[in-house]
């Protein structure tokens, strides 16, 4: 595998389930994100990890869980969603935190909550 | 705070003729600017960006974009189109310091007539 790679590529759950959605990145990055994309509104970034540290969360509902267990991984633990979560989640990583770094984005969930 | 508006949110061209896509930027500190270009059922790809260097930046697949401070924009433009092009595009904006808060517009799909 190379680059950034996301699993499941499409989910269906239910209000009640809970699920998590995989990232992992092959490019030997310090930093990923989190991002959610839905239909006709921009990108928003949701977490962000360094180092394995979350360095910032942009006021995301609890019922979104992240968690960096080494650089290369990451998770989103999903518990409780709304249908209005229902959106493509992308995962990105960088070399570190920084403006110089390019963002690699892997090619996302495809996230559909009944 | 940081923040990108796409003009038009569909752009539609015939074959060899010029791709103008529009992103006007607000930046209250030296915005750094990007486009990213998202094929279908994929992840978001760099297609160039903007770090103060040159005003006009040139990027992959033949694309190129200027950026005029005194206009606030960052055009994305390719003289002949061809029909890979057709995609979803994507400006971006991060300020000097904190490439966390990158801003992404709404995106523009560029449909490419034969």
């Known amino acids: 595998e190379t680059g950034v790679t996301q699993t499941p590529r499409h989910l269906v759950m239910g209000m009640t389930n809970k699920k998590s959605l995989k990232c992992e990145q092959h490019?030997?990055?310090?930093?990923m994100y989190w991002y959610k994309q839905s239909a006709k509104k921009p990108l928003e970034l949701m977490f962000v990890?360094?180092?394995?540290?979350?360095?910032e969360n942009n006021s995301v509902p609890s019922r979104f869980s992240p968690e960096c267990p080494n650089s290369s991984h990451l998770f989103l633990h999903l518990h409780t969603l709304q249908p209005e979560d229902s959106a493509l989640y992308l995962c990105?990583?960088?070399?570190?935190?920084?403006?110089?770094?390019?963002?690699?984005f892997g090619p996302g969930t495809r996230l559909t909550v009944l | 705070a940081q923040s990108v508006t796409q003009l038009g949110s569909h752009v539609s061209v015939s074959e060899g003729a010029l791709v103008l896509l529009r992103c006007n930027y607000s930046?209250?500190?030296?915005?750094?600017l990007f486009w990213y270009v998202q094929y279908p059922n994929q992840g978001l790809q760099l297609l160039l960006k903007?770090?103060?260097?040159?005003?006009l930046v040139k990027g992959i697949n033949g694309f190129e974009a200027e950026f005029k401070k005194s206009e606030t924009s960052f055009h994305l433009t390719k003289p002949s189109a061809h029909m890979s092009d057709a995609a979803e595009y994507f400006c971006?904006?991060?300020?000097?310091?904190?490439?966390?808060?990158?801003?992404f517009g709404a995106g523009t799909r560029l449909t490419v007539k034969p």
């Open positions: 990105a990583s960088s070399q570190r935190q920084g403006v110089y770094n390019e963002q690699f």
């Open positions: 490019l030997g990055h310090n930093a």
């Open positions: 990890y360094s180092l394995e540290e979350r360095v």
């Open positions: 930046s209250s500190v030296p915005p750094y």
């Open positions: 903007y770090t103060s260097a040159a005003t």
């Open positions: 971006a904006v991060s300020g000097y310091y904190n490439n966390n808060d990158m801003r």
